[in-house]
């Protein structure tokens, strides 16, 4: 198997396949910069347009675009507060307090060599362990996907800050919101109130763009002469390569946040957003100085944005060896193999070894790509927004949402929805509740309320099947350890600072 992978190196490295890349990945960068669109949406556009071309200039377009697109959604994440993509809302913790202190040229460098970073290890990961590591997702049923959703929830208690009433109150809103819509095992309406728009539940894109957008866009307007005349020397930018040296302490971050989000990957269902969140989750908890994080820790944007490139690859090894898109964006690429008339599955390996090697050469090729286009490209090009007049970025940013939250489904109603979700957000921030919550109780609340519900109609209504296996107990272990360890941690500290005292 592994000699069709060298064998399939030469096809790879043709000029229209290898540019394809390039394009891909620009492409993939600006649609990732501006809110309201994704890497789902770019390549769902993308593929009735790919009927005519070869194989491998499709799939190295796909490629190029989720590689690119999953680093760009840092850009606005760092320089605006306003996640370009889902993805990128752990970005927002650190990197934007990074560029309000001037250094939002380095969060941006060490967001595109963390990218890059993470998806090489991921397009390693794609390349050497799709067949074995295909068969670890067959351990995961319903009840051991419950409990990783709920071990993601409870990671929650990292992400409180000072109020832990608060950021639980901004949790369930977001479990709250995210049973709007269509019951999934019955196919009843819940909450909807009427509206036909709600069936298919809230779209994430449409709550991050209201949560995090729309107040950071208020507070531009609200102050324009505060914030007018922010140059790009004021960002700290710098050629990469000097910047390099700096990073060089975050390997044990790359490696830890790199297995998370393979791991995440793999995991049917889970996506970006929860292994950037875990990874940063646990990347705080290891650091010598936490209680700086959140206020501009470079290895806080370096662990979010490793993690969730680690995702791309590694989501179509379950993908492309058992046809269970890990994500939406594997998903799409599963219609975009179809289209060309190749079958996701183990005969794929068989059938089509030059064609299955070759897209994860792109992959590989694109991650190496981001450092050498995004650095350039988004450094010295997007950091320039900040020299823009702040009501005019401002109006800028307003019509960009509106656009690209129309076009999510072609209807005003999403727009009301996201100017509504804008005004929670704007509240919240006002009265200081964290908005990460809200998002982490959203993607995490319907994935854990469904894998339950079939969980216990597969153990005829019997609780026990919840702790029914070796994978779900050291999960449910893992669980109790991420809620108690920090209150005994605070416990044993306690005596100790008195006996210094």
Do not use: C
């Given at each position: 198997m592994?000699?069709?992978?060298?064998?399939?190196?030469?096809?790879?490295?043709?000029?229209?396949?290898?540019?394809?890349?390039?394009?891909?990945?620009?492409?993939?960068?600006?649609?990732?910069?501006?809110p309201g669109l994704s890497a789902t949406m770019a390549i769902s556009v993308l593929v009735p347009f790919t009927f005519g071309l070869e194989p491998l200039v499709a799939l190295g377009l796909m490629a190029g675009i989720y590689n690119g697109a999953m680093y760009g959604g840092a850009i606005p994440a760092v320089l605006l507060r306003i996640p370009g993509t889902p993805a990128a809302v752990a970005t927002t913790f650190d990197g934007y307090p990074m560029a309000q202190k001037g250094q939002g040229g380095f969060a941006l460098q060490v967001a595109v060599v963390s990218?890059?970073?993470?998806?090489?290890?991921?397009?390693?990961?794609?390349?050497?362990?799709?067949?074995?590591?295909?068969?670890?997702t067959l351990l995961f049923g319903p009840s051991e996907v419950f409990w990783v959703a709920v071990f993601g929830l409870a990671s929650i208690i990292f992400l409180l800050g000072g109020n832990p009433i608060k950021g639980l109150i901004s949790a369930c809103f977001g479990v709250f919101v995210s049973v709007i819509g269509s019951d999934p095992i019955y196919g009843n309406d819940r909450f909807t109130f009427g509206q036909l728009e709600l069936l298919d539940g809230i779209n994430m894109v449409i709550l991050l763009v209201g949560l995090y957008a729309l107040p950071p866009v208020i507070d531009l307007l609200e102050t324009p002469l505060k914030t007018d005349g922010i140059g790009k020397s004021q960002l700290g930018t710098e050629p990469i390569w000097k910047t390099l040296p700096r990073m060089k302490h975050f390997w044990k971050t790359w490696l830890r946040s790199s297995f998370i989000g393979i791991w995440i990957g793999i995991l049917p269902g889970a996506g970006g957003s929860m292994a950037a969140f875990m990874s940063y989750n646990e990347a705080r908890r290891a650091s010598k100085n936490p209680e700086a994080w959140?206020?501009?820790?470079?290895?806080?944007?370096?662990?979010?944005?490793?993690?969730?490139?680690?995702?791309?690859?590694?989501?179509?090894?379950?993908?492309?060896?058992?046809?269970?898109?890990g994500t939406a964006v594997a998903a799409v690429m599963l219609g975009g193999l179809l289209v060309h008339g190749l079958q996701p599955g183990p005969m794929l390996f068989r059938d089509n070894?030059?064609?299955?090697?070759?897209?994860?050469?792109?992959?590989?090729?694109?991650?190496?790509?981001?450092?050498?286009?995004?650095?350039?490209?988004?450094?010295?090009?997007?950091?320039?927004?900040?020299?823009?007049?702040?009501?005019?970025?401002?109006?800028?940013?307003?019509?960009?949402?509106?656009?690209?939250v129309y076009s999510i489904h072609g209807r005003m109603f999403d727009v009301y929805m996201m100017l509504g979700f804008g005004a929670v957000g704007w509240v919240m921030d006002k009265l200081k509740f964290p908005l990460p919550p809200v998002v982490l109780g959203l993607i995490l609340g319907g994935f854990a309320e469904e894998n339950l519900r079939l969980a216990l109609r597969i153990g005829r209504g019997d609780w026990m099947v919840l702790f029914s296996n070796v994978t779900s107990l050291v999960i449910v272990a893992l669980t109790v350890a991420v809620i108690v360890g920090p209150i005994l941690k605070k416990k044993f500290a306690r005596p100790k600072t008195q006996d210094a005292t």
């Open positions: 592994y000699s069709d992978l060298l064998h399939a190196l030469p096809e790879v490295f043709g000029l229209t396949n290898f540019f394809a890349v390039i394009i891909g990945v620009v492409a993939g960068i600006v649609v990732g910069a501006m990218s890059s970073i993470g998806g090489i290890a991921s397009a390693f990961a794609l390349m050497l362990l799709a067949p074995p590591l295909s068969k670890v959140g206020e501009g820790e470079p290895e806080g944007v370096a662990a979010a944005e490793t993690a969730n490139n680690a995702d791309t690859a590694s989501a179509l090894i379950p993908a492309l060896t058992l046809g269970i898109p070894p030059d064609i299955v090697f070759g897209f994860m050469w792109q992959f590989l090729f694109g991650a190496i790509l981001l450092v050498l286009l995004g650095g350039s490209l988004a450094t010295n090009s997007f950091a320039r927004l900040l020299n823009l007049p702040r009501p005019l970025l401002g109006s800028i940013i307003i019509v960009l949402m509106l656009i690209g």
